[in-house]
Structure formats: structure tokens, C-alpha cells
């Protein structure tokens, strides 16, 4: 599919992608629904007031969700509404567009309503009510298992029978480009000592966690499970997303609940969400470890092709340096589907709201350079060289952290755009 | 202080109290703000739009915070505007109020404005961002410790360093009288055998936890700790919580991450928010756990009696039958009190919001028959007697469970109501 708008041979915002996004500008001083493609944003709500969905009826006496801060009220149309606006969208920048008085041959309203994305900033695109983070990383699961409890009990028992997740902050996802302070907590500096006494101390082993994370578009009552072969229809669409994680935190906090300051100061997202239908053509199977035909049948999906091919990369930037590649990898590293994790989530009848998020858990291979955190990498004390010389066993001031996703290849990715955050030094306090 | 309006000495809602709730009624069909006041509740839409606070003026300028369907905007405009609000509604209700022509005068509002609480539907009073569970409980901790590690572990070690919480399901937030379905999931049947397989249940081990809850009203940035001695002023107030708890499910699913299904398909809240300030007589000194001097810094408050002295009751009936009082306990249970959750939670930047919910940890205290869950009681296996001579180990299907909680004296009660739930059968999959 060509466009008739120039658009970047390596571009993640090709035609074949349309995802949804919030913006604000210079100029547009209220938050409002976009879309990204190319190099520029389309601001849906200039759109939709100047009759660019005039030659698509059944969006009509839905326009309103296009003047919303967030894109809640659009997910929650439905996963046929978004299919047919994202349609539309690409029908109207084909080279070969059925509309071209729509916009391309309409001067006045490419003017007025693309945007080019550097002129632009970015919001968290849904209202989140709650995020849950799953662990569905097999490879991760394992090499961390393998460090605190050796290869033999790597994985608890429940670890290939259901998805395991816990409730996460909402309130502290923010998109790519905000900075994040190092938290300052509660450590043991020396982990081995009796009795076990924490000092007080910015966080010293300050990791990151690569994960796709699915935001969900129609709810379900309380009390009504989602079945498994109806979950997907429930995802509006997925991010990139880097868990935050202070080790030395987490290690000394997480019994018998789980990890809480650990993970509360920070969550990344990408601020465009690539929807689920743009990513059908890069469906494959996922990890199988064995448990295909085991699973209890609430969790057992019709197809095994329950994963995305998408190539995964991160790179860590020194203050003032230049970029080190440290992890390749692809999303295929999932034992579990978003689909599978609704179908768990809701199997107690908890209910689901739109912007609702779900994270998959790190994404790790097997290879070296190909894990999702730095401490399957360094175990704690081996350091990844960066190009520069310098050396890291977790993340230091000033570094600079980019997650990236494409899937597809030249002239037709779909990616997910940069997840970036800086790391600032820990707040002193007064 | 006496009313001018009949008030029954044993309510909770006396003229001390004024707590602050939403609701609806056949007459008013969208969601307002109201208070509690004996068998009434007064709607404050009504009451403002009608001139009510016309002898308050600093409320002037912020009375559109009434017309809300939540109480975030109202909690939002921080501690002292909720004490002269509250101290000016007690006014206008006093026997003896300077103002008699705003309520006690005039018929025609208080036909309008003055709802028999029979009348009304309460609903979640606030919108809920994000939900944290403590586990300040010291006693249910130690108690659920010797259950699972035995007395010399009871307590993890972190314990008396840091207020343990985790994040909870924000969604499934509901108020006293909804009915809950008995969840399905993942479950042991038989906990020893080798390998460990589940299978898909009911829940057969349904517990309850009693515990305290504290909405939060004012925001913190991200990136910007909530210090110790300012925390109590980001309290809007309180509300007692039943932490419904699914033991099997629990008992699988916890490890590494914590409990997911056993607790997200229904937390029960009473629905009217006892201002932090109408609870400022009942403060009492906590649990101490010889913690009160080696806590760290961030940690330490300046005065000791940092808990309230609130007698809490937990009744059960099984379907058509009587009541039985299963424990009777008191809210000083508590290691850790509110403004010390919060201070923890904040300590890493992670940001709070209006509507934020902190549940204090199930409230057990050391003798028999005062404990907050019914495992505690249990053990697992030996049963409480009802009054009807019924047993119960866990809860059976149409039990209804009540926790109360009330502090002071007769005629000038301050408490939170009924937190009332009843079990109906686990919902049978298509």
C-alpha cells in the first residue's frame, strides 16, 4: 500500500499500522485523539468536525469520541468500529484513495490537521482504571528463578498452568520521554547479615523490564468471565512498555505480597497504541512449553498461533554517549496470550473497564544479548560493556533507556514508536 | 450536641459524626453528594443549589463540587474545607443552630433535601484510581504465620521495619449490600500430592477479612514523597472494608507475585466516609511491636497514639436464619497507622490521587473470637458454631456477613454503618 502523504521507508507509522494516540500542541492546548502516520500525527478531532468521516456512515452518531482527552470512549465502541475507522483512515492516505477531496486534494484541512509529530507531545491515550502485570516471559520466569532459587525450582508449580500476574500502580504509567527519578527505599546493604536491618538509600540496582502491554476496550460485568474465545475482541490494542524495577527494593519488600515500592515510581508506555487488527498479520506461535494440552480448558485457545512476531531491541544511551545495543529479541518469547490473561483475570468474574492495561511480563530469549532486563544479564555482578567503555551492571544517572518494536519489514512496519526514559538521581528529600 | 432532628441514640450517624457518601433514589436519579445524618441522608446537591450554605462563605466559590456523581472534587479541595463544611452542617443541625432558617425552619428543604436513608441507593462514593492493601494487622499477620511457617517465622523480616502492602483491584470496589458470587479458579485438591496439578472449582475456602480503609484527598506529583508529618492531611477520611478472600485460590496462585484472583473479584466497602476529623477524638496509641524507635526516619511520627479506638464487629446469618457474632475486635490493632502507608507508599516518588483507597490489613486481635478472617479462627478445620448450630470452617452459599464498626458513646456515636455482602453460588460457565 503506498500513500500519497511522503512517508518514511522506516518509518514504524507506516500505512499498514494507524495506531491511536493523545496530543496536545503548541497550537491544540486541549488533549485529543490522533493518529500516527509517517512523520505527522492527524488530529482526529479537526478531522471528524471537518467532515473527514463524511464517507464513513457507521462512525457518524459516534463523532464525539474524537473530542475526548483520552481514547477510552473510542475503545470502548468495539473492536468492529475501530476495524472499520483504521480502514477508512488508510483508505484516505492511499496513493489510490477512493476520497481524495477528503484530504488529499484538500489543502486547508492537511494544513489544518496534520501535524508533524516533532511539533507534537504525547499523552497516556486511555484513562487507566487499573493496571495488572503479568509474568508470561517463560525465559525471564526461568533466568530469574535460576538465580534465587537454582535451575531445579526455577519455576514455582503454578508457573505452567495459569498466567501469573499481580495488581501494578496505575496512577505512575507515564509515556516514552518522561524522565524517572531513581526511588529512594528501603535496602538491605548487607543481605546477609543477622538480624536483618534496612538502611535508607536511593535505589543501587535500578533495572528495566521490556514488555508488550495490551489496553483493553469493552468492559465485563462483575461476575461475568470473559470465555477465552471471545477475550481478543476485548483488547483495543498494544504498547511497548518498560517495567521500572528497583531490585534491591524488591528483594527486601516482596514477601509474603509481592513487589510494591519496588515497581510503584514508574511505568513507560509508548503513547501509540497499535491496534490488535494491525497486528493480525504477524500472528505465530507463541512459546509452547509444553502446556498446550494441559491447560485447564477456561485458558485453552483454538488456535496455537497465539503470539506476534515482533523484533524487539534496547539500547541504553550514557549521559552524553552514544547508543549501545544491549538486547535483541521478539515478542514470541510469551508462554501466555493477552487473550489467555483476560480469560484468567475475569475467570473469578472481576470485571474489566476500558483502559484497563495488561502487561505480558519481560521478554527474554535464551541467547546471550537477548534478555528483557539487565539482571538476567549481569546476574548482579557481571558487567554488559556499552560501546563507550563503561561498564554496567544496572542502570545509572544520566542513562538513557530505549525500548523499540517493529514488526513487518521495510516500507509496511508496524512499530511501536520509542519507549524512552531518562534516569535522573533520586530525589533528595528535606 | 443535640439535634433538633430525631435522632436515635444508637446510631452511627449522630450528629458527631456527618460522614459523606453518593447517592441515588427513585426521585433522584443521577448520583449526588449527601452526609449522613440519623435515619437520613441529607442530599447536598439540593442543599446548595437551595442557598444551604449561604452562611458559609469560603464554600461559595467551590459549591459545584456538589453536583458531582463522586466525592473527588469535594476531597480534592483539601482537609480544612472538609472541616468547615462538616462543623457548618453540624451547625445548621444543633438543637440550638445560629442558623434556623437554612434547615430546621424551613419544611420546604427539608422535604426536598431530607431523604430517609431507606429511600436512597448508596453507591462507591469515590472514583477509585488506584487501590493499595496493607498489612498493618500484626496480630493477623502473626497469626496467618504460625498457620503457614510455623511461630518462629510467623512474622517475615521485614515486617517491623515497613507498613508490608500490596496493590489491589480498584474495579471491583463495591458498596455494603452487594451480593458476591462465590469465585471460580485454579484450586489444589489435594494440596500434597506429587506433581502438583489444579483443577477448576468453586472456591471452597471463602474468608473474609475486616479491615479499615482510608480515601485519599489530595494529590502528591510524581517524583515528590508525601513526608510523614504532612501525610494525615492527605486523609479524606475512612471506611471499613471486607477483603473477601479466596484461600485456595490464594494458596496456588501466590508465589512469587503475590495474591491476584484470591481477592480481585470483590472488595466490599460501607459506602459513607467518616471525615479523618470526626474520628480525631478516638485517636489512641496502636499496636507498638517495640518498633516505635528503630523505625527509619520517613518513618517515624511524632506522637504515639496514632490509631483510633473503634469497636468492630463481624456477624454472620445463613440464609433465613438469626445473626451470630463471630468476633468481636478493635481498630487499635494496627502496627502501622494511615499517614505511615502513605508515607511508605509516597517514599518513591509513586504519586497519589483524590479517591485513592488504603486498606489497613485485616484487624485481628489476640484472643479467641476476636479475630478479622475466619481462617484465623479455623484453621482450616475446626469449625465455628453458629447460633442455629450450624458449623462453619469457610463461608456457605447464602451467608450473609456483616462488619461494624463504631466509636463512642451512646447519642453521640461515630461510626461507619453496616459492610454487608452476601454469598451467592459460584456462576456456572457456558
Redesign the interface.
Known sequence: MASWLQISKNSPFSLANIPFGIISSAKVTSRVPAIAIGDYALNLSVFASSGGFSQLPAIQSHLSVFNQPTLNAFAALGRPVHRQVREYIQAVFRADTPFPQILKDNASLQKEALLPLSDVTNHVPMQI??Y?DF?AGLNHAYNVGVLFRGPDNAL???YK??P?????????V?TSGTAI?R????VLANPNAT??????SPCKRLDIELELAAFVSTSNE????V?IDQAEDHIFGLVLMNDWS?RD?QA??????????AK???TTITPWVVLIDALEPFRTTGLDGGIRDSL???LREKQAANAYDIALDVEITPKGGKPTHISKTNAKNLLYSFPQMLA??T???????PG?LLGSGTISGTEPKTQGSILEQTGGKNPIKLDDGSERIFLEDGDSVVLRGMAGKEGSYVGFGDCEGTILPA?K??
Chains 1, 2 share one sequence.
Request: charged content about 10%; some cysteine; overall charge negative.
Open positions: 482504571g487499573d495488572t509474568y514455582q508449580p503454578n498452568h495459569l501469573v500476574g499481580y495488581h501494578g500502580r496505575a496512577s505512575s507515564v527519578h526511588p529512594n527505599g528501603q538480624p536483618k536491618v534496612p538502611s535508607f462483575l461476575g461475568k468471565p470465555p528497583a527494593i527486601w519488600e516482596y514477601v509474603p505480597l509481592g513487589p510494591f515500592n510503584n515510581f514508574a485447564l480448558p477456561y484468567h483475570h475467570i473469578t468474574g472481576c470485571n474489566m473497564n484497563d530525589i528529600l528535606e
